[in-house]
Every structure is written in C-alpha cells, then in structure tokens.
Nanobody, 126 residues
C-alpha cells in the first residue's frame, strides 16, 4: 500500500504560480512512477504530468508544457508540481497518483495508476 497526501492548493490570480506537493508513505516510493491528474467540475479526470522512478524522464499534457514542472525527491518521498503562468482553465482538483508502471504509453492513463491522493483544489481567477 502507498498513501498519498497532496498539499499546496489555493486561490491565485491568472499569471501567478503555485507549487503542489504530494507526500507518500508506505511501500518504497522510489519504485513508482508518479503522476499528477486534475479534474474540473463536470469533466473527466485528465492527465497533467508524470515522472519516472528515477526522475530522469518527465511527461506533460500539451496544455501545460512549458508552464508546469514535475519533480520528485525520493529521499523525502515527495513529488512536486510547480505551476507557473496559471490560467483560469487550470482550475481543478489536482490529484497525485502512484503506479508500478513500465511502459511510458501507460503514464497518461489514469486507469493504470494504483494509488491516489485525496486531491487539492486549485482555483485561478481571471
């Protein structure tokens, strides 16, 4: 089992920045691919970013590429999502997820992840 707890959400204005954190406990954190997903009201949960177990490779949805950065610190069992130049359309509940994944094609698939946090709200006003 892996327990995930997100933090760092809040209300910001368009153009501002936020950093989300996801603290993991339980099984060996460094074994897992970590992902960030988000869900806006009335919409499906969508992939935002993922990072491999070593942190060597990162993946992003096109809409956040160049604005968001995912990173991890395996010594602290924590994954981060640095969000810059926020837009109103980034408003959503953000979830972190952990998965024992091998093929990169699965990193964007929410169904492939085994463990999820409770989510943290990010609201961007215009």
């Amino acid at each position: 089992q892996v327990q995930l707890v997100e933090s760092g959400g809040g209300l910001v204005q368009a153009g501002e920045s936020l950093t989300l954190s996801c603290a993991a406990s339980g099984r060996i954190f460094s074994n897992y691919v970590m992902g960030w997903f988000r869900q806006a009201p009335g919409k499906e949960r969508e992939f935002v970013a993922a990072i491999t177990w070593s942190g060597g490779r990162t993946y992003y949805v096109d809409s956040v590429n160049g604005r968001f950065t995912i990173s991890r610190d395996n010594s602290k069992n924590t994954v981060y999502l640095q969000m810059n130049s926020l837009k109103p359309e980034d408003t959503a509940v953000y979830y972190c997820a952990a998965g024992d994944l091998y093929y990169s094609v699965t990193y964007r698939d929410k169904g492939a992840y085994e463990y999820w946090g409770q989510g943290t709200q990010v609201t961007v006003s215009s």
